[in-house]
């Protein structure tokens, strides 16, 4: 996956929560549940309100999702 902005900031190292395999392969319970942001040419700990922007995208859960179980 290419590298992931949000408000023009750099994400990684994302860790994926609320995986329940009886939801395959939809998996819509799942949540982006921590990330790093690179800011100021340091990396530091995603606040709740950027953990929440992040799991709105289904694009970039779903893809976490898929690289958290294969």
């Known amino acids: 996956m290419k590298n992931y902005l949000l408000n023009g900031l750099e994400v990684?190292?994302?860790?994926v929560d609320g995986i329940n395999m009886r939801d395959y392969p939809d998996f819509c319970d799942?949540?982006?549940s921590d990330a790093s942001v690179l800011e100021n040419g340091k990396w530091r700990d995603a606040t709740d309100l950027e953990l929440d922007a992040l799991s709105d995208d289904s694009d970039l859960v779903y893809a976490?999702?898929?690289k958290h179980l294969y």
């Open 30 to 32: 799942a949540f982006i």
């Open 64 to 66: 976490q999702v898929e």
């Open 12 to 15: 990684a190292d994302f860790e």
